[in-house]
């Protein structure tokens, strides 16, 4: 009876103590010799296709400073270093981060949508915009063939007031998904101190005057007049919809 008792102790001993201490022994040689260098770093991210390519630069970046953990221990690093470095950056959503053993690093990013693309005229000759993300963050900029085709935000007032900015989206999210003045249609959105804000249709340049608030209501109004003027064969040059209850057209001069 005694002997029975012995071997279950010795089979406790050796699968709780035993083992694990082997393989942590191994483990920690194998470290030591450096078998779990981090060699690879993969990123992937995680968006619709048209908003995929502005990423590329704020990616290659990232990329670079999270280079710095190439050749530590996978075993020994500390993901919550990798976390806090993704949560610093304003163009990313969220993100997934895992040990790829036995010597890499998986990271998953989801950017933020972009609404708008803010445009400095000097520096779109250059070539660049600088994009705005659906919460008004406006993110460092890109080159003009790796940003989605977007409506832009004109005007330096949108650079230093973030919630100018902020109305800038909102009032684009307030225009309907399909009609005469689809968010879609829309080229151009800027802000007169005196007027408030005003959007440019594309193609037709017709600007819109909306005021400061009620974008929706206005919009809607502002619609009814555009099939108003299409049906008659009236071309509008401004439209000023931020009065009482009422729509403004100036139209075109004929040649």
């Not at 002997?3 to 406790?12: A, D, T």
């Not at 919460?135 to 007032?157: F, H, N, S, Y």
């Not at 005057?209 to 071309?235: I, N, T």
């Amino acid at each position: 009876m005694n002997w029975l008792r012995l071997r279950f102790y010795f089979r406790v001993f050796f699968i709780f103590v035993v083992v694990p201490a082997a393989i942590f022994a191994s483990v920690y040689t194998l470290d030591q010799r450096g078998f779990f260098a981090i060699e690879d770093i993969d990123m992937r991210v995680v968006t619709k296709s048209e908003q995929l390519n502005f990423s590329k630069p704020y990616l290659d970046k990232l990329n670079q400073e999270l280079s710095v953990y190439k050749g530590q221990s996978l075993w020994r690093l500390s993901l919550s270093q990798v976390s806090d470095k993704l949560k610093a950056k304003s163009w990313i959503k969220d993100f997934r981060i895992s040990r790829s053993w036995p010597n890499g690093i998986n990271v998953e990013i989801e950017p933020k949508i972009l609404s708008l693309l803010y445009v400095d005229q000097k520096r779109l000759a250059e070539g660049f915009v600088r994009p705005v993300t659906n919460d008004g963050a406006i993110l460092p900029e890109v080159d003009t063939t790796q940003a989605p085709p977007l409506a832009m935000l004109k005007g330096e007032v949108f650079v230093k007031d973030e919630a100018k900015r902020k109305t800038a989206v909102e009032l684009l999210k307030s225009l309907p998904e399909e009609g005469k003045l689809s968010h879609k249609i829309i080229s151009e959105i800027g802000f007169d101190n005196k007027e408030g804000y005003w959007v440019e249709v594309a193609k037709s340049n017709i600007r819109i005057k909306l005021g400061d608030d009620q974008f929706a209501v206005k919009s809607a109004r502002v619609s009814q007049v555009m099939d108003y003027l299409e049906k008659r064969d009236l071309k509008a040059r401004v439209i000023d919809a931020n009065l009482s209850k009422k729509v403004l057209v100036r139209l075109q001069q004929t040649p």
